[in-house]
């Protein structure tokens, strides 16, 4: 590449990421009157990708919702911030959120989780210089984390798992997920709550996840969405992403302040070595059989009488990979299951349930369609708002763009309307199952999942969504 041309390159990358630097979630772009933000540190080789004082919010990802991925241009570094201010910056995050719910029992694993879920992303900006953003109409951290805690999923999965003493073992998954996601948004170029909405509705953040249909794994990935998935490899730039997202996380992992973070919260988590998705995985079950014998002999070792139960424990192990919590008189059977599959299953590299390669697999079908170029019946494009771009991700994720294609052209045909400014809430008053019926053809039973997924993955993405 010639000089000039890499100038005015780097000369963009940089206006590019001072712009971002003074875009803070809730208020865009800052005053011309307002004074430069004081930064929490800087890096001696570059300075010009901090990020603002205080590290408290998404960044505003609404005005380039499609522009070249960033990251791919960033070195890595760690910044030398010692692990004393470290912990300063990201200690009692839940403390405001957990005591406007004062009436619930919440654990010791719910407070580390939304410690962890809540501080991740000032961890992740004041260590290495990497962080998420959101759309202006979606919730900020606050207001999901609100979200979270209004969800049966909080107390039946979370505190349950924490109090049932059959049940209390570290769920270090939960934790590689967390940081797996914040990651993928970031390498991506993905607003954050859209993509931590698609998994939280997709699976609630279980791994062992086996629908009905065949989806496996923490984003659902069927064999199709595998085989798109494949071809999206082959374009280098979706390689590099997925190769640098993983040594990130390889990065992270290893980091000693992360573990003095997870020490200070009494947190005993065993984080693995991430390596790059392979190109073959394995996206076959016959492992039920395993996970179901190795199940039962856990059982017996312990002298648990229902180990010499295999029939019984096949029912149980099938209602676990749907996402069922099993009532209290099984609840060893679910945690003998467990330290089975996180053997099995989570630390696999060659299985699609591992965590680390499902997650940004899914995130590169999600950026996909994200970005898609969206074309009406005379092939003219189509226009959209980035956050009815990311509600149009959600409803390609498990149905294909060619559907969604014909959605817009039908609503653009039916309405005379131009869909360039119109909102999330003007399409999801439209979402009906009479128009996904004509545009995706497919049956009632999957139209109406189709419209109940994307309602509730909006609704927990967007701050003022009024549709459940």
Known sequence: MGTASHSRLQGGWIKHALALGVLLLGGGVLPREASPP???????????????????????????PTRPSLPTSRIRLQSPISSQRLLQEVAGRSDPLLSEFPEWPHSTL??????????????????????VGRLIPQKDRDQLGRYLMEHRWTLEALDRFANDPDLAHRPDYLFRILISIHTAAHFFDLPYPSLFCLFFQESKLDYRLVSRTGARGVGQLTSIALEQIRTLRKDPENEQL??????????VYGDP???????????????PRPEAPRNELRTSTPTLYSLVTQTAKLLRSEKNRLGRDEALIWILARKIRRGEILPERYSR????????????????????????????????????????????NSQETIELRPEVRAMMAVASYNNGQSGIRRLLSNLEHEFQQDLKEVSSEWIASRFTARRLAKALRRPYQKIREVTRHVRRATACSEAMFPFR
């Open 38 to 64: 004081e930064v929490l540190y800087t890096f001696p080789e570059r300075s010009q990708g901090v990020y603002p004082k205080p590290a408290e919010e998404f960044l505003d990802w609404t005005r380039t």
């Open 110 to 131: 719910t407070r580390q989780f939304l410690e962890v879920w809540l501080g991740y992303d000032t961890f992740s900006r004041l260590r290495y210089d990497r962080g």
């Open 242 to 251: 997925l190769q640098l997202a993983s040594r990130h996380l390889a990065q």
């Open 257 to 271: 302040l992360l573990q003095d973070w997870f020490e200070h919260l009494e947190l005993q988590v065993t984080l």
């Open 333 to 376: 059977v679910h945690w003998a299951y467990d330290q089975i599959a996180e053997k099995q299953l989570a630390s696999d590299r060659r299985s699609v349930f591992h965590i680390e390669t499902n997650i940004l697999l899914s995130s590169l079908l999600f950026q996909h369609y994200y970005r898609y170029h969206w074309k009406n």
